[in-house]
């Protein structure tokens, strides 16, 4: 190993103020460095951070990377002390081959592009009903209560057959263990909670089952457990990510007028603009595997039982892959960017998601032509650098009603 291979010292890293869309800026300089640096884990094992696109996409792609739960570290946690468990049944984010593809053979004709398309009438209406309440509320609002928050929500409850009286109380329990600020014992309440409604769930479309996800996974050998495991994967994903896309992205186009103008003008710019605003944002930051045999990556030797951190955020800064990284740019068309990840694990749900933001951040800003913050930007509060997914805790915006 040769003296010139950066070290990144700690994490969680907070953003630079006044740049709540770009990476950390310990990420950006370790990504000037090089695409790959050393890093030790909370605990005192040693590691790698990778930051170069190229790089973390080649470890996506690799089956000697393995994403199995009871192997990986964690970059903020120390489990040194603790003997990690594999995934729970259905748990298949955190699983390798065979048991990840079993699942996900069976989820996937649940989320195709055709079956996408059939349900984009139904977000353009769910989107028309917040909008509608927005305008009627009139100005400020907080973006992410009034809109972020619930449009994903109802989505994703609908689709996996969530009772609309159980939604509140269900999102509620959700955000707790995603902020990143939720004690230890409030966390393990808000998890055990969660588990217990997906069990009761599983058992009411036992006995009447609709025409939601899980209903459809009732004919399959699943059990119970894997039932609740795989609903809440698809719950948490389904929820966190996509409202702070749509709170971040919004930010964004707002603090880029020329993007923002350019949306509103032209329709056909919409997919490209969710594209790029995924890329921009990259609420997804990191996410970790451990080689199971020795690999040379990056001139590197990753040796085997190592873990090593994939930076989504700063792969998709990087200026190797795309042209001037940091300015936002809808209009890009150089594509590829690694928000819903890659290879066997890329994310199920992308198609929903990329349906709800366009949908999403188009019919808001037409809307509203006026739209902007009701706030001094470096006011919006940001996440904490502990929370697993990069966003804000509100949005407050208003408009000339």
């Given at each position: ?91 298949f984010l955190l699983m390798d081959d065979p048991l990840h593809s079993r699942y996900r053979k069976l989820l ?242 992308s198609q929903l998601a990329r349906i709800e933001l366009r949908i999403g951040f188009t019919a808001l800003v ?36």
């Amino acid at each position: 190993m040769g003296e010139s291979v950066h070290t990144i010292r700690t994490m969680p890293l907070e953003r630079r103020p006044g740049c709540p869309f770009d990476p950390p800026p310990e990420l950006i300089e370790a990504r000037d460095h090089g695409p790959i640096s050393h890093f030790t884990f909370p605990g005192g094992k040693p590691g790698w951070i990778i930051t170069g696109y190229d790089l973390v996409r080649s470890v996506l792609e690799d089956q000697r990377f393995s994403a199995r739960k009871e192997l990986l570290l964690h970059p903020t946690i120390d489990l040194s002390g603790f003997q990690v468990d594999p995934a729970a049944p259905g748990e298949f984010l955190l699983m390798d081959d065979p048991l990840h593809s079993r699942y996900r053979k069976l989820l996937a004709g649940k989320f195709t592009v055709r079956r996408m398309r059939m349900i984009a009438e139904r977000v353009e209406q769910i989107v028309g009903e917040h909008l509608d309440a927005m305008e009627k509320a009139g100005p400020p609002v907080d973006l992410v209560a009034a809109y972020a928050k619930p449009i994903p929500a109802v989505v994703i409850c609908e689709l996996l057959g969530v009772p609309y009286e159980d939604r509140a109380r269900f999102q509620d329990h959700i955000a707790l263990f995603l902020s990143g600020e939720t004690s230890d014992e409030d966390l393990i309440a808000a998890v055990a909670a969660v588990h217990g409604y997906i069990e009761e769930l599983v058992a009411a479309k036992r006995k009447n089952p609709a025409s939601d996800v899980i209903s459809d996974l009732l004919d399959t050998d699943l059990t119970d457990e894997e039932l609740r495991g795989i609903g809440l994967v698809l719950l948490s994903a389904g929820l966190d990510s996509a409202t702070n896309v749509l709170a971040l992205g919004t930010w964004a186009l707002l603090s880029n007028p020329e993007q923002l103008a350019a949306l509103r003008a032209d329709p056909e710019l919409a997919d490209s603009a969710v594209e790029e605003l995924l890329r921009y944002v990259s609420v997804g930051k990191t996410f970790m595997r451990t080689a199971l045999e020795d690999v040379e990556l990056g001139g590197q030797t990753i040796e085997a039982g190592t873990t090593v951190v994939l930076s989504y955020n700063t792969a998709n800064r990087d200026p190797e892959r795309f042209a001037d990284p940091h300015a936002l740019d809808l209009s890009r068309n150089d594509g590829g960017n690694l928000a819903f990840g890659h290879g066997v694990h890329m994310c199920l749900g992308s198609q929903l998601a990329r349906i709800e933001l366009r949908i999403g951040f188009t019919a808001l800003v037409n809307r509203f032509p006026t739209l902007r913050l009701a706030v001094p930007s470096d006011e919006v509060p940001l996440r904490p650098g502990s929370a697993d997914v990069h966003g804000v805790k509100s949005l407050p915006v208003t408009w000339d009603a």
